[in-house]
């Protein structure tokens, strides 16, 4: 049982889970920063208020918590899209380097081959 646990815990998928756990953790004090110091005072210049969820609320609903929720939510959505976005686009071109490389390979193999 010692040695499934190891096998299992040692995979690669695993692994690669908790490095995506802590990169997320670390991305997202990125993207908080963003929002509250750059986003939000900027959205605040627009309507008038930097913080929805303290300001907007109707007979102690506080609505303007749900809408900072959702501004956040959006922020961070689309900050992690692009980051995906990017970071496929590398993979792609990664991959697309080595399929070239194993192409040129193979080629120069069949050359070799047909000399002798």
Do not use: C
């Amino acid at each position: 049982m010692l040695q499934e646990f190891k096998d299992f815990a040692l995979k690669g998928n695993v692994l690669d889970l908790a490095v995506a756990v802590v990169m997320g953790a670390a991305f997202n004090k990125i993207v908080t920063a963003l929002v509250s110091y750059i986003i939000m005072p900027l959205i605040g210049l627009i309507f008038g208020t930097v913080d929805f969820a303290k300001s907007w609320s109707f007979m102690g609903i506080k609505y303007g918590m749900f809408v900072q929720s959702i501004i956040d939510f959006i922020i961070i959505a689309f900050a992690l899209f692009i980051f995906v976005k990017i970071a496929n686009t590398l993979i792609k071109q990664e991959e697309e380097e080595i399929e070239e490389n194993t192409v040129l390979l193979t080629e120069i193999r069949d050359l070799l081959r047909d000399k002798q």
